[in-house]
Nanobody, 117 residues
Framework: QVQLVESGGGLVQAGGSLRLSCAAS????????MGWFRQAPGKEREFIAHISGNGFRTYYVDSLKGRFTISRDNAKKTVDLQMNRLKPEDPAIYYCSARQNNKYDYWGQGTQVTVSS
């Protein structure tokens, strides 16, 4: 069982940057593929990126590739999402999630990101 807690959300001006972090406890962190998702009001949850257990492989949704970067520190049991050049369409609740097989089984409570234009 993995518990996940996101942090780092907040208000940022368009064009600015934010770094989200997700701290894990319980379980063997390196056994999990970690993903970041977001959900804007009235929209479905959207996949952003994932990173393999050893951190060597990453995958991004095409629309966010180049602006967002996922990374992890297995010693600290954290996974981060660096978000650059934030746009007015980026506000959402951002979630991290852990996947051990083919399903994201564990979710954090989310952290709110707001972008002012």
């Amino acid at each position: 069982q993995v518990q996940l807690v996101e942090s780092g959300g907040g208000l940022v001006q368009a064009g600015g940057s934010l770094r989200l972090s997700c701290a894990a406890s319980g379980g063997t962190f390196s056994n999990y593929v970690m993903g970041w998702f977001r959900q804007a009001p009235g929209k479905e949850r959207e996949f952003i990126a994932h990173i393999s257990g050893n951190g060597f492989r990453t995958y991004y949704v095409d629309s966010l590739k180049g602006r967002f970067t996922i990374s992890r520190d297995n010693a600290k049991k954290t996974v981060d999402l660096q978000m650059n050049r934030l746009k007015p369409e980026d506000p959402a609740i951002y979630y991290c999630s852990a996947r051990q097989n083919n399903k994201y089984d564990y979710w954090g409570q989310g952290t709110q990101v707001t972008v002012s234009s």
